[in-house]
Structure formats: structure tokens, C-alpha cells
């Protein structure tokens, strides 16, 4: 198919676009940030791109305790969810399971009681707890609690419809061992929980979905049997990959694992781990592989993420990823090149979508190759990492511990991060200088693009490219710092000492310099954590330094 379609042929498509039924019966977009103008100036998009369900999770509600000492958010919350039904949508929220425990069911090592109390973290409701305090989940008090928070819950906002349920990221962990003393299997315990809960969604006409997040490949293994064995009518949300937006680990094994329940689709499209939506990360084409794996596996929906902390993809050149869940679920086999044509002329006009293609399209192998070594994530969501941090994660978050095509690879490039070399060093250096490459081919086709665009849309892509930009350079500098470092703790090779000094002064230049053109909160305060990088780095050769004179 040729790219550069005639715009009498890219406008007779999307018209009859916008007529085609989806294949899918759920699809939703999901809002993190509490935001309220902008969640009602969104909702009224939702139909625009056939979304049939919306759901409120992260800030809005992680907890459902949050709802009961919060005197607006439940307000907003059914709000919304009456808009949303208004526009023809359902309204789902999520919660987070086991929390905020009464002290009557908490035990230590001796079955002591354990105190509990409230604190904020992130906006959210959660418990300071000591390390050794367990839940005892076998009382049957116990599950006449549960029951009545989720009665409670559904008094206090009842307009919603439906009910999303995590048991990871929540302070006692259903089958962990070091969290709930049970007689109970840890998959029978996932069971008693989910069904419990569910029973209420009855009660109250909701219905209930159950996520499948966790962080380790035997986590998998007992939410799989346990939720196998929980009611027919729990919908399985499931994301396109096992753990964390992360686009070299395989699919997801569970995709498709569930044949008594429906399952739907978690998707990343907020670009958490690929820029928060500052700089470009358009995923269709990633999107349109992913998709098309999970649909051959019976995925009956889809839930789309808008933003990450505060950082929105619609008004963005990462809204194509919204733009491509709408249309691969109408069509999985609709040509991608039409697919970027089509949303190029609607985004930037017919004359500039050829060169706004060769700006963005590249982007998501580009951004990658600047985010990841290798394929392995050291990353923190974007952002320079403390060095234990990038140290740690090379094990803890490495592809290599779940199955796929690539796992003797990743297994072998484990090893090799933890045992870097000067090989390995080069490697990760030419892959950023990739990186830098890209970005600079995209600067250029952007400004090819400049007269065909208006000149506020061409300061906020410049604006966006440029931050790129300083990205790119930002973390060629820490992969030489931390693998030059890495490499003389392995080896006790002075010059790699040098560079490793060389490349922190270069590090934080670029933090300085980033601060000055986008401000110290960018990104999250990305400069700063730059600059604490740098100092924890220099803290170490100084004493490695320090040592070595004898002092």
C-alpha cells in the first residue's frame, strides 16, 4: 500500500471509519489523575473513538477507603459516572485488596495484636504497618469486614458500575506468606477473596474485573488458579505483558488462560515508561502487534490509559496510540501505513502529515533505545535512577524470568549487566548513539514540516523534540558513567575510573542545562534525581579514591 495516499482517499477512510463496529464489546479508557475539569472536558471525547466504559483508578481511587474519609471524591466520582452514563458509557473504579485491616485481625511472629494507623502517600490511603505484622484471613469476622467495605462503598457511590480489584501494590498481598496466616492455599485464598467481593457487586448490580498484576513468574501460577476457580461472571484484566510497560518482555502468559471469563486487555498507552507523554512515544505499531496476539487468544476488550502524573497523550503526537486501539479493534488487520496516514492528516493536515510521519514514526524505537540497555530496564518510569536503584534492577526486572522466545538471551545479557565488560560498555554506547540519531533524522523532518504547521503546534513539538533531545543525551552520559563505574568494580581498570568522572560531569551539565530550558520539575523532577545520581556516584569514587591513598 502506498504511504502517500491522496487526501480525497485518507478522508473517504476515516469517514467510513467512523461507521465500523468494533470487534471488541469493552472498551475503556482509564483516567489516573484527579483532575476534574479535565475528566469532564475527556469524557465527552470517549464516544469519538467508540469507548464504551471508563474507569477511575490511581489518584481518583486506589483505595476504597479513600472514598470514605474524602468528602469530594465521592461527590466527583458519581458525577462522572452519571455523565458517563449521559454519553452512553459504563463507570468502573478501582480498589486495592488487603488494606487498612482492623487491628482485631493483625498478628506478629507471637499472634500479638499489631497497632495500625492512617498516612498519605501519593494522595492515597494507606497503612504503616511493622514488617512482621500479618493478617489472620481464617477468622470469619474477617470476611464480614470485607463484605461490609464493599457495602459500604457501593452506598457511598452508586452510580458506578463496575469494580476493579488488584491484590499486588497494597500492603498485605493476599497469598503472600509474609503477609496473611491462613489454613488456605494461596490460590484458595485469591478465590475466597474474589468471590466475597463479588458477591457483593450481585448484591449491588456492579460488575466485578480482577486484575492479574504481579511482579514474579510464580505470582502468576496462583492468580491463575485462583481466579480459575472464582465465579464465571468476574471479568480477567490482563496486561499485554507480564509485570510493567516494558516492550521487550514477552506476551503475556495468561493471555487467553481463562476460558470460563471474559478477559479484557490493560494497555499502556500513557507512555509511563517511554516519556509520560513529554517527549513523542506513538505506539501504534507496537500496539498493532501486541493486539494482535491478545485478540488471537479470545480477548474480549481493551482498557487504554490517558495520562501519567498529570501528563496527558490526547492533545499529544502520542494520542495515535489512542487513535490505533480505535481503529486495529474495528479492523486487526488494517494496513499501519494507511493508519498513520490517516491520523497524520487529521492531526497536522494532509500537506504535512508525509513529514510529520517521518518525525514521530521513528520515535518509539528511538525513545526505547535511549530508555533501555540492551532490551533490560534500569530505568525508574523515565527517570535517572539512584544507583542501587539501576543496580538492583538489573536482576529484579530482567526479561529473563519469564518465558519467552528471548529468555536464554536475556538470561545471558543478565549476567553480562552484572558482570559488565568492556564489550557490553560499547554495546550500550552505540545503542545510545542510535538513539541520538534518530531523534536528530526526526528534528530534521519536524522542521521540514515547520511552514505546513501552525506556529503554535510547531513551538509545542519543538518544544517536546527538544526535550527528547536533552534526554538523549542525558542518558548516553549515565550509561557511561554507571558501566564505566560498574566495569573498574569489576575489574579494577583505572581508566574506566577517568570516564566514569568524565561522564558525570557531562551528566550534570545536561541536568543543569535541562532545568534551565524546561524547568526543575520536569519530568518529575528529573534534573534532581540527575543530580543526586551524580553525587552518589562521586561519593563512591571518592571513597574508592580515599581508600586507595591510604586515608
Not at 23 to 29: F, H, K, N, Q, Y
Not at 84 to 104: D, F, I, M, S
Not at 261 to 277: D, K, P, S
Request: net charge negative; hydrophobic share 40%; proline share 5%.
Amino acid at each position: 500500500m502506498c504511504l502517500y495516499a491522496s487526501p480525497l482517499l485518507i478522508l473517504a477512510i476515516f469517514a467510513g471509519s467512523l461507521k465500523a463496529e468494533s470487534l471488541l464489546p469493552i472498551r475503556a479508557w482509564q483516567f489516573h489523575d484527579y483532575n476534574p475539569r479535565y475528566i469532564e472536558r475527556t469524557l465527552e471525547l470517549a464516544p469519538e473513538y467508540n469507548i464504551n466504559t471508563v474507569v477511575f483508578s490511581h489518584a481518583i481511587m486506589w483505595y476504597a477507603e479513600e472514598i470514605f474519609y474524602d468528602h469530594y471524591k465521592p461527590r466527583y466520582i458519581n458525577l462522572w459516572s452519571e455523565k458517563a452514563h449521559r454519553l452512553g458509557l459504563k463507570a468502573w473504579v478501582w480498589t486495592h485488596e488487603l488494606n487498612a485491616v482492623p487491628r482485631e485481625f493483625l498478628t506478629g511472629p507471637q499472634g500479638k495484636p499489631r497497632a495500625r494507623k492512617y498516612s498519605a502517600w501519593i494522595g492515597k490511603l494507606h497503612e504503616d504497618f511493622e514488617a512482621d505484622a500479618r493478617v489472620n484471613i481464617d477468622k470469619p469476622e474477617f470476611w464480614n469486614w470485607v463484605k461490609a467495605k464493599y457495602e459500604k462503598l457501593f452506598t457511598i457511590i452508586p452510580e458506578v458500575d463496575g469494580l476493579i480489584l488488584s491484590m499486588h501494590e497494597t500492603p498485605y498481598r493476599i497469598f503472600a506468606d509474609d503477609a496473611v496466616v491462613s489454613e488456605l492455599s494461596k490460590p484458595e485464598r485469591i478465590t475466597k477473596l474474589i468471590t466475597v467481593i463479588n458477591e457483593v457487586c450481585r448484591e449491588y448490580n456492579k460488575r466485578l474485573v480482577v486484575r492479574t498484576f504481579v511482579l514474579e513468574a510464580e505470582e502468576l501460577e496462583w492468580i491463575h488458579a485462583g481466579i480459575n476457580d472464582s465465579p464465571a461472571d468476574v471479568i480477567v484484566m490482563t496486561k499485554v505483558v507480564p509485570h510493567d510497560w516494558y516492550p521487550y518482555l514477552p506476551n503475556h502468559p495468561l493471555l487467553g488462560q481463562f476460558p470460563e471469563h471474559q478477559q479484557i486487555l490493560e494497555m499502556g498507552t500513557n507512555a509511563e515508561n517511554g516519556g509520560m507523554n513529554l517527549i513523542p512515544y506513538p505506539q501504534a505499531d507496537y500496539i498493532k502487534m501486541r493486539l494482535n496476539y491478545a485478540l488471537s487468544k479470545g480477548v474480549e476488550g481493551y482498557v487504554a490509559r490517558l495520562e501519567t502524573q498529570n501528563n496527558h497523550v490526547l492533545g499529544t503526537p502520542n494520542e495515535i496510540s489512542l487513535y490505533a486501539m480505535h481503529r486495529f479493534t474495528e479492523d486487526i488487520n488494517f494496513d499501519t501505513d494507511i493508519l498513520w496516514m490517516e491520523w497524520a492528516a487529521l492531526k497536522y493536515g494532509v500537506d504535512a502529515a508525509p513529514y510529520m510521519i517521518s518525525a514521530l514514526r521513528p520515535a518509539f524505537d528511538g525513545v526505547n533505545k535511549m530508555f533501555f540497555f540492551q532490551g533490560m530496564w534500569l530505568t525508574d518510569h523515565s527517570r535517572i535512577p539512584p544507583y542501587e536503584y539501576a543496580l538492583g534492577h538489573i536482576s529484579s526486572r530482567s526479561p529473563a524470568k519469564w518465558t519467552g522466545e528471548k529468555q536464554a538471551h536475556y538470561a545471558a545479557m543478565e549476567k553480562a549487566m552484572n558482570q559488565p565488560s568492556s564489550e557490553l560498555l560499547d554495546a550500550i554506547l552505540a545503542e545510545k548513539d542510535e538513539a541520538i540519531r534518530i531523534q536528530a533524522k526526526c528534528r530534521a523532518a519536524l522542521q521540514k514540516a515547520q511552514p505546513l504547521l501552525g506556529d503554535q503546534v510547531y513551538e509545542d513539538l519543538s518544544r517536546r523534540f527538544n526535550l527528547w533531545r536533552h534526554c538523549t543525551h542525558t542518558w548516553r552520559a549515565f550509561a557511561e558513567a554507571f558501566f564505566t563505574y560498574r566495569i573498574f568494580e569489576e575489574h579494577g581498570d583505572p581508566e574506566m575510573l577517568s570516564r566514569a568522572k568524565k561522564a558525570l560531569m557531562d551528566l550534570e551539565s545536561w541536568a543543569d542545562l535541562t532545568a534551565e530550558e524546561f524547568g526543575e520539575e520536569i519530568m518529575r523532577n528529573n534534573p534532581e534525581r540527575t543530580r543526586r545520581f551524580v553525587r552518589q556516584l562521586r561519593e563512591k569514587i571518592h571513597a574508592v579514591e580515599k581508600n586507595k591513598r591510604g586515608l
